[in-house]
């Protein structure tokens, strides 16, 4: 029984482990599905391209994280196969076979269902972000002088979905930049790259946009899906930004004043 635990403290605590190198992979500026993807290939030894890992290798923060997700990922394997080994060789256990693979089934798939809920990810990460932020310096990119990234301002590269809000639709129909978000590049799924695009080009499934704003915002727009909802929240977030640009004409009218 023992044994058991000790596994299913092991998986949890792979999978913190894994969710946190994810969050912090984005705070570099990868795309959430490609940060989950080299975070799990990292922490299970599985590797992965080379197009991808010159992004990580070339980049100081990304390959200190990949690099102690290596470390990590070697001891939770061995220490996961060794804990299930004990778990069922050990016959002198007062529990039968049949019984200790059913806890452990059961805590697996419990373990399943959190690290799958759409509510644990959105709590789970917005904790892990400010923990982040808080404590380390991971958000250090080459370019974070240049364009004066501060008060929540990001560069992001934002992966396209099919059920995406802004699939099919053109830059200039989208709108983005009455949300504070501008367009930097699109990276196509064919290879193909769009550097500062014009509001004619169209956004497909399967590009990257390279994405300038701030990082809440981008996070929403990411998540929003198309349908009367997307619409919704575009308006929204448009009356939130035009909110923003008040407040910042105000400060800087009252700066200005006093400068006077």
Request: charged letters at 25%.
């Amino acid at each position: 029984m023992i044994a058991i635990v000790s596994l299913l403290v092991v998986v949890t605590l792979s999978l913190v482990t894994t969710r946190i190198a994810t969050v912090a992979l984005t705070l570099t500026g990868l795309s959430k599905e490609l940060a989950r993807f080299q975070a799990r290939s990292a922490f299970s030894g599985c590797g992965f391209t080379t197009a991808e890992s010159e992004q990580v290798v070339n980049h100081p923060i990304r390959r200190r994280i990949i690099m102690l997700l290596i470390l990590l990922g070697n001891a939770g394997i061995v220490t996961s196969v060794s804990s299930l080994i004990l778990a069922f060789v050990r016959v002198q256990e007062e529990l039968t076979f049949w019984i200790r693979l059913a806890i452990l089934g059961c805590g697996v798939g419990l373990l399943w269902l959190v690290a799958s809920s759409s509510w644990v990810t959105k709590w789970m990460e917005r904790v892990i972000r400010w923990a982040l932020r808080r404590w380390t310096s991971v958000e250090v990119r080459d370019y974070a002088s240049l364009l004066r990234l501060s008060d929540d301002f990001a560069v992001s590269e934002m992966q396209v979905e099919e059920e995406d809000w802004v699939v099919g639709r053109t830059l200039a129909e989208l709108d983005l930049h009455a949300e504070g978000v501008t367009v930097l590049g699109i990276q196509r799924s064919d290879g193909g790259y769009v550097g500062v695009p014009k509001g004619s080009t169209r956004v497909t499934a399967g590009d990257v946009l390279v994405l300038y704003g701030q990082a809440s915002v981008i996070d929403e727009l990411d998540r929003r899906r198309r349908g009367s909802a997307g619409d919704r929240a575009h308006r929204a977030a448009v009356r939130e930004e035009a909110a923003r640009l008040e407040e910042q004409e105000a400060a800087e009218r009252s700066r200005t004043a006093a400068a006077g």
